[in-house]
């Protein structure tokens, strides 16, 4: 039976929607997770903004959505909007395909392909911008593929409002993709020129933008905030500070022109990679036939949109060159991978057509083996880590903490990994609702002591007052309490006691759980895996701790800390923690050789201020007596290139050695470097 292209080419769009939705509700975690996750939903569950640019289309369309009768009170809402976006995205992508190639195998192969690649299917299934910010763009390339193909004037104001409620989502990657859309249009030039004539078409045309545009309001009309990274937005100026994310430095002072040269080659090995290694050869056939099969300016326009959100954007941005900013970028460039898709499909349809005039007897089994075989080894490269549905150690990390909690406890959180756990837990799942949740930093919760924007003298001062004045239990998970008493997961504050250490028993269940993952390396989401470390760490100081204060520990508390003591975070931490102790030769031989280990552990996900710290107790290992002085001032001067700022705390005991070493030029230079660091 032979079908018009049109009914075709619907039949396969529903295709690729219907495959793409369902492995994106198989693989979606049940849990809470960490990125931005426990953000977005509190800000979906409980009508609140989000961190800036505020991505208000995002949370208009969520915030409805989630708080439908039909689901359930927890993360599956707010996920499968993401994945309903994606798959909503990758039949749009279809549609843009078949409106450039008149191609079913090729559209469907991209669409596909782009649907299961690496970073799209991670963002797919949790609550994210991303996938929104994919489909936003995608429908604004598709009505102006038709604008270019009929020439109607009404498919330009449409792609204005399309592209304005793109920026209402995501603007940083919209504009960042925009040259792409502009190449798109090049061949109807001509006509947007005349157009530039028309006041008609200027006041259609403003009216468009600021229509889509308009879900910004919803950032300044809210008020009373349940939660709001640095509360209700006041004014006008306030608003566009907002929107501009000028609380936001994507400026490290470490990191330098090297930093950007590694992120290129990191951007090619990703970009590499997305598809798994048989798609490499598929990709660059693509992007060679696409240049002699498609306009110029099409071709063009892929390039363009792959450029814009890796290496331009990598040219705009400045992030020091490791593991932890490598994840932060990781969904960044996830525009961009549309390009790599198609050209992945392109050198598929070069393939087959090479295959079919080889053995014309088997043309029309061909295009099935080969798009198979394609299509079935990318989803099986992606499958593993981003099959997240029985991933779930980062709640039971969090409902643990809660639960051992005292009663009527107050509970300080920071860093955006623990708000995000913590509060969506507590707020919108119920879980203790006897306990009140705080930011040390003062930012998300409505019940801040004092403005973000207060400074570090002002805020210190609050929580001095608070801490002072509160007749309830409080406790903290990783920030400075003192004096306190330290258990494991958080520490306790105890004005009356001295700083003390106490057994968690309740926490112990979760650390064997988490030891187990770690040392199996089955934690492999890389938020997760730096989660993960410094829970380790603060877990070995505890326990460490506990040995030392002559708290005879038990066979199973003995062999827990051995096992914390074979991680590199384990070993770690315990360095910290018997460095400062006057153990003789002994001691001195026992974390020499802890130090020795824990070299050749080095994991590549540790970030540079860790890797400096670990540094800096190697070279004070080495100045113990008998001291090895040479060795001593190789690590401190590691110390100081992993870390190069003037609080590294290597500084003074290199300067002293390279003093005694009457190494007088090493020692100039050195306090010319950091002129700030008093070593007299």
Known sequence: MNYR????????????????????????????????????????????????????????????FVQLSIFAPGVFAGNFLSALFAALGCS??????????????????????YGFSATFWSQAIIIEVYSLAVLMFLLCWRVLLAFVESGR??????????????????????????PALLATVFP????????????????????????????????????????????????????????ARSAYSDHHELADSLDRLRFMSWLLVESATQFGLLAIPLMVLGLVASYRTLPPSTALGLVLMYLGSTFLLNFLVNFRYEFFWQAIFKPYPIIGYLALSFWLASGVRFVVDWLCKVSPRFSRAVPWVVTTVVVSSIFSANLYENNRRTNDWVEQYGISVLESLPKDAVFFASGDFEIGVFGFLHLVM??????????????????????????????????IEFLEGSTRPVLASSVPLAPATHQGAYYRYTPEQPRSVERNPRMDLFLDQLLDLYIAGLITDPHEIHFAFYRLVSFTRQYVQLALTR?????????????????FPGKLATLKTLLHLDSGNDGRLFLADMARRAEKQIPASITSESLAV????????????????????????????AYPVSNNTSICPLTNLYRLGTDLDKMQILSQRFPESDCR
């Open 92 to 113: 749009v992508f279809f549609s843009c395909c078949f409106s450039i190639t008149r191609d079913l195998m090729l559209s469907s192969v991209a669409a596909l392909a």
């Open 430 to 463: 119920g879980i203790r609702p006897d306990i009140e949740l705080r930011s040390w930093d003062n930012l998300v919760f409505s019940n801040r002591l004092v403005s973000p924007f207060s400074t570090d003298e002002i805020q210190q001062a609050k929580r």
């Open 551 to 567: 708290q005879d520990l038990t066979e199973v508390e003995d062999a827990r800390l051995i096992r914390l003591q074979s991680t």
């Open 5 to 64: 292209p049109e009914v075709r080419g619907g039949a396969h769009l529903l295709l690729v929607f219907a495959v793409t939705l369902v492995v994106y509700l198989l693989t979606m975690p049940r849990t809470i997770g960490l990125e931005d996750a426990g953000l977005f939903q509190m800000v979906c569950h409980l009508d609140g903004i989000s961190h800036p640019p505020g991505y208000p289309l995002f949370t208009s369309l969520c915030q409805p």
């Open 153 to 178: 004037v009404r498919y330009l104001y449409l792609a204005i409002l399309v592209y304005a409620l793109s920026l209402a989502n995501h603007w940083p990657l919209m504009i960042l993709s925009t």
């Open 614 to 641: 670990f540094y800096e107790f190697y070279g004070r290992i080495m100045t113990i007596e008998p001291a090895d002085n040479i060795k001593a001032i190789a690590y401190f001067e590691k110390s100081i290139d």
């Open 188 to 243: 109807r030039r001509k006509l947007i020129l005349s157009l530039f004539k028309s006041p008609g078409f200027w006041m259609l045309s403003v009216f468009s933008l600021l229509l889509g545009l308009s879900p910004y309001i919803t950032i300044f009309l809210a008020r009373d905030t349940t939660i709001a990274v640095y509360g209700d937005v006041h004014s006008l100026e306030e608003l566009f500070r907002y929107v």
